[in-house]
């Protein structure tokens, strides 16, 4: 699955559930919005205060991404690059 997710590819995922997690999470990062109809999917999955847990986590996570790109962190020592420049 990671491997998956690592390529950019769709996982098979083990329940329904964790797809709906997957198009939310995916949808928002990369067009920056949800549409309506993933919204409802994912808000009938987990309800509405898990969903801005889900957003918050999110957040977070992509603000720690950028932070670490525009400073150009580099990675720690002994460590190899999951996505090397191709």
């Given at each position: 699955m990671v491997e998956a997710l690592r390529k950019g590819e769709t996982p098979d995922f083990d329940s329904?559930?964790?797809?709906v997690i997957h198009d939310f999470s995916r949808?928002?990062?990369f067009t920056h919005r949800v549409?309506?109809?993933t919204y409802a999917?994912?808000?009938d999955v987990l309800g509405e205060t898990q969903l801005?847990?889900?957003v918050a986590t999110i957040a977070y996570y992509t603000t720690v991404c950028i932070t670490l790109n525009a400073f150009d962190v580099p990675l720690?020592?002994?460590?190899?690059?999951?996505?090397p420049d191709t």
């Open positions: 329904p559930d964790e797809r949808e928002l990062v549409g309506n109809d999917r994912a808000r801005v847990e889900l720690a020592e002994g460590m190899e690059d999951p996505f």
